[in-house]
């Protein structure tokens, strides 16, 4: 993976970007959640073979957050999308 | 051995075969999933302490295919944390004993590895980890560059570059190894043992009925089993996820590349936290180089220009004298990362499901010890207490142990 679309900037350099791990949604109640499934939370992981949505940074460009889906066996990029906070 | 060779010339027969082909039997009391040096040692020692010796290794490809064919070699005991201290010490003890026991060169050479500072902060975390590690009685202390220098004579140790050294952790005992060799060494030992080795065998599916493993599918058919040991490093949540079971574990490629053969140069291992490298040279003459994890998770092997770039220029800021020698070759592994750097041994919540994952970027020398500790609790289906802080359950029960200072690069 040598380029990386940024939904804001277009076709950039990798490096320009930072991985931000595997999509891992938050405990909607985090009061009322178990502290199991809070563990569960801040360190399991599916650590996908195939395809994966993740969060990357534009972290030398315009510091967005964004989605990515990506293929973690050929790193093939097959989309990158902004979060739809509806 | 010598004579053995001397007597191999005589005669025209092959020499016998380091490891057999079986035949796949119909249960075997424990099936060991990665032919690594993890799964490997562990299968030697269930045979040669424990007398279990109906045991199966399943290897998707060759043996020695995965990080254990690919790593560095670096083996040392100087953690940060006095568990992990105890525990890497325990495993330099076996290898330091390796090449008798198996009556083959395994080639370790306790070279002296030097952990270089280059702030003030660097310098603190040095004296703490010399600190810790002498309270275990491990040789480690901290240097100054004019020492640094003599035992490295072609570093630089002026103030010219970005970050000039300003001191270093020495730690004598640590060294390097013929990696090959160790994965064939427990591979012969353990298949005269009787231990069953199934290479391009892949394991596909784990079943497993009221909570207990019962079996496995491969792609040579199904065995039945009631202990299945994970020993897979980077492809261990995959192998976790067919019993049901999570771990905290993300996969990650680590590179490393080679530089062409010179006469030698460089006796002691070199690592720079702070520039993310460090280097060692071969019996070859090749120096092999190498960085952290690559920046982003994946499955997949391929090098990247990036990686050659950045790790070209820290090592020539540490030995400018190097720059018009050229790397050879370079390439990857995949490195099974925990949130606290350290592994992940022992029991998970479905029966029979025992791992040996988390292995990271500094596996490789904890192979021997690893599978001693590992024996021992399958034979005897309790905890070891030198492993007892790397269970699964510490992620419940908030108790990491915390070994980044000391892991991060410096495998
Ligand atoms: C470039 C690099 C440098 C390193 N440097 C060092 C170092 O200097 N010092 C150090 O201590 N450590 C180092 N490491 C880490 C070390 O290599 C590993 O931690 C260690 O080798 C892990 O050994 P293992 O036996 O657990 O796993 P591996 O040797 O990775 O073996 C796992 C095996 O499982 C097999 N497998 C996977 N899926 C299946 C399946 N479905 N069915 C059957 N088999 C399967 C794989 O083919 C593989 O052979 C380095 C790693 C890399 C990549
Ligand atoms: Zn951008």
Known sequence: MILIICPNCGRRNAQEFRYGGEVNPRPKQPLEVKDDAWADYLYMRDN?????????????GCQLWFLAERNTQTNELLRTYLLDWS | MSLKLIRQAFTNTPPPRMWHQ?????????????GGAHGLACAYYLAKEHGITNVAILEKRYIGSGGSGRNTTIIRSNYLTPEGVRFYNESVKLYEQMSAEFDFNVMFSQRGHLTLAHTDSAVRTMRRRAEVNQLQGVDSHLIWPDEIKKLC?????????RYPILAALYHPPGGIIRHDAVVWGYAHHADR??????????LTGIRVENGQVVGVETNRG??????????????????????????????????ACVTEPLKPFLDVIIVSGSLHVYVSQSDRGELVMGAAVDPFASYSMNGSLAFTE?????????????????ILRQW????????????????????????????????????????????????TNSTPDLIHPFRLSRFYENDLVGEKGAASVGH
């Not at chain 2, 079986?22 to 990665?34: A, L, M, Q, S, T």
């Not at chain 2, 043992?193 to 892949?202: D, K, P, R, S």
């Open chain 1, 48 to 60: 996908r073979s195939g395809v994966q949505k993740e969060w990357w940074y534009h972290q030398a």
């Open chain 2, 332 to 379: 990857a592994g995949l490195c099974d990362m925990t949130p606290d750097y350290s592994p992940i041994m022992g029991f998970t919540p479905v029966k029979g499901f025992v791992v040996d994952v988390g292995w990271g970027t500094y596996g490789f020398k904890a192979s021997p010890i690893s599978g001693k500790t590992m024996a021992q609790l399958i034979a």
């Open chain 2, 153 to 161: 004579p072609p570093i630089d140790v002026s103030e010219h570059p």
């Open chain 2, 222 to 255: 199904y065995i039945k089993t009631g202990m299945v040991l994970n020993a897979t490093a980077g492809w261990c949540s995959l192998i976790a996820a067919m019993a049901g079971v999570r771990l905290p574990v993300t996969t990650f490629p680590l590179q």
């Open chain 2, 193 to 202: 043992m009787g231990v069953h080795i199934h290479q391009l065998t892949e």
């Open chain 2, 22 to 34: 079986p035949e796949f039997k119909e249960r075997y009391d424990v099936v060991i999933i990665g």
């Open chain 2, 310 to 326: 950045g790790i070209s220029g820290h090592i020539l800021e540490l030995f400018p004298a190097l720059s018009h020698v050229r």
